[in-house]
């Protein structure tokens, strides 16, 4: 390919809605165009790599026994009518009706889809297990869409289901995918990626695991544990905590507290740390928008997804009205209204001495004790992980909350969708059975901008060898120096003739804008070709990530040495992709 024809402009400036490195790089690079919020048209250099990550999955996928099929973008509403989804999941599917009045909705995953592709087909145990996959756009219809496509609502993703008549059998095609991933994100230059335990959300199915890319612009947060390993998504961490019991037991009694309506002002007021009060979070359903309370440790926050899944159904952060059952600021357990769900944190267990809410203005109980005055209480894990916390696995108070992109899960999904869809199979003994599904994504473009993300330098991306939009990067300083372009021609010719993948800059350029487009384009090695170095009967080579620092090559070498580059880089890689 030649620069000089290259559709896409590559410039200097920084954008200024661009919030993260990745998003400015692509931008400023020529990789991407916004079109709509969360929406991005793909130039070439962006295209090429996103292919060169479709084929390293495929080929991953296809190792798996994966069968490649396509989904439609555009579903009928009455299949995820089957499933239940069609009203339990929120606003970010989105949702219209046709010519015909017909609902339907735009494919955010493919769970009904792929059921319902396979529903008569699998109607024997003789045909278990199975996988197939499809890499195929899809629309999330984000409310705060960021970080350019890290964050989108159209996207490419590759999403898998597997199929099987046993749990045990479902595990160890789990097994082999959870390595395969592995080796899908070595392959393509990123082998340090974390693998957590993660919460199920609305793809529901007891285990999953996400794909962690840690950089401190992610928007996930991860508990990690440096002594043994253990790491999981802050959002299905089990927070473990150990109370001590520095104050005595008490008679419940109200107080007069004016004035205290936020746990700093409390604890400010009567003189007590706020490990010994009993913070209220209150939240709404948003079926019937009744009342959530829950209680929790006065120094502790809710994970919002903890409670969603002991509610069972989504909920919102509540809105309390002057008129409302509750009094805001001064919400306790103690005479509650019955109309509200309450639940209690583990945190609260095994604490002789509460401050909490005495559901009046301006006062609170002192000396209350869960276990004497509200007997009937039931503790739930609701409570958010923290720095310094107790490891659920080891049990040491060591715990590490870090920042990443997800870049891939996987999902033990179940009879989930085999159920609600009425998909069963005959088995050996003439029974009908739900298949066990499990379900594997990976976002495309996602990886291509979180990769740019943690290797790029000021100047631009620095792109692994594997999914680089070219492997070479050909620069003729002096295009019209009669000698140096012909040198530079032959160059090109004899690259593409071997099968290697090169830019070719042969406009009429400064040298500096040429090296920075170069730098913006991430290209893993490049040839700079100029009158001062040919007098010499030399090119100039170096590599973008900097291993190799302009090393002067004579002319007749050249490709050879560009071919042993290209092998050296292709096997650093390899050689951290576990077999």
Not at 14 to 29: E, T
Not at 520 to 545: Q, Y
Request: hydrophobic content about 35%.
């Amino acid at each position: 390919m030649k620069l000089s024809k290259l559709v896409g402009d590559r410039f200097k400036e920084r954008p200024a809605n661009c919030l993260i490195d990745s998003h400015a790089l692509m931008v400023r690079g020529g990789y991407i165009k916004n079109v709509a919020n969360g929406i991005y048209s793909q130039f070439p250099p962006m295209k090429r790599i996103s292919q060169k990550i479709e084929n390293i999955i495929r080929d991953e996928m296809d190792k798996l026994d994966g069968q490649e099929v396509l989904f439609p973008v555009a579903l009928p509403g009455s299949l995820w009518e089957e499933s239940g989804r069609y009203e339990s999941v929120g606003s970010e599917l989105l949702r219209f009706t046709d010519r015909t009045g017909s609902k339907m909705v735009l494919g955010m995953t493919h769970e009904e889809a792929s059921v319902q592709l396979v529903r008569e087909y699998a109607n024997s145990y003789a045909k278990y297990p199975f996988m197939i996959y499809q890499i195929q756009t899809k629309f999330r219809d984000e409310a705060r869409p960021r970080a350019g496509l890290i964050r989108v609502r159209e996207f490419t993703m590759k999403d898998a289901y597997s199929f099987h008549t046993s749990q045990e059998d479902l595990e160890q095609y789990y097994q082999k995918v959870y390595d395969a991933y592995s080796r899908i994100f070595a392959r393509c230059g990123i082998p340090e990626v974390a693998i957590v335990k993660s919460d199920s959300g609305m793809m529901g199915g007891s285990i999953s695991h996400e794909y962690m890319l840690l950089t401190p612009v992610g928007e996930d947060s991860i508990a990690i544990c440096p002594e043994c390993g253990y790491s999981a998504n802050v959002e299905a961490a089990p927070s473990i905590i150990k109370n001590e019991n520095k104050i005595p037991k008490e008679e419940l009694k109200e107080v007069s507290t004016p004035g205290t309506g936020t746990i700093e002002e409390l604890c400010d007021f009567l003189k007590i740390p706020a490990e010994n009060t009993a913070k209220a979070v209150v939240y709404q359903k948003n079926s019937d928008d009744s009342y959530i309370v829950a209680f929790i440790r006065g120094d502790l926050d809710i994970n919002e997804t903890k409670l969603t899944n002991a509610v069972g159904e989504d909920i919102h952060p509540a809105v309390i009205e002057d008129d409302s059952i509750l009094t805001a600021g001064f919400i306790g357990p103690v005479g509650i209204s019955d109309k509200v769900t309450v639940y209690f944190d583990n945190s609260l267990e095994g604490i002789d001495y509460l401050v909490t809410g005495a559901n009046k203005v301006d006062t609170h109980y002192t000396g209350f004790n869960v276990e004497r005055d509200c007997p009937d209480a039931k503790y739930v894990d609701l409570a958010k992980i923290t720095e310094g916390g107790i490891c659920p696995n080891c049990g040491k108070p060591v715990i590490n909350i870090s920042r990443g992109i997800e870049v891939g899960n996987i999902f033990q999904l179940g009879t989930k969708y085999s159920k609600a869809m009425n998909f069963t199979y005959t088995d050996e003994n003439g029974k009908e059975q739900y298949p066990i599904m499990g379900c594997y994504g990976i976002g495309v473009g996602r990886m291509a901008a979180s990769i740019c993300e943690v290797r790029h330098d000021d100047y631009g991306p620095i792109w692994p060898i594997t999914i680089a939009p070219w492997q070479v990067h050909l620069c003729c300083l002096r295009s019209d120096d009669a000698e140096c372009k012909e040198k530079a021609d032959e160059i090109y010719e004899t690259l593409q003739n071997m099968g290697i993948e090169v830019i070719y800059d042969d406009r009429k350029a400064r040298p500096g804008a040429m090296f920075a487009d170069a730098d913006l384009l991430g290209v893993p090695v490049r040839v700079v070709v100029s009158p001062r170095n040919l007098a010499e009967n030399v090119v100039e080579i170096s590599t973008r990530d900097k291993s190799i620092d302009k090393q002067k090559t004579p002319v007749d070498q050249a490709v050879t040495e560009v071919q042993n580059i290209i092998n050296k880089l292709t096997a650093d890689i390899n050689s951290k992709v576990n077999k």
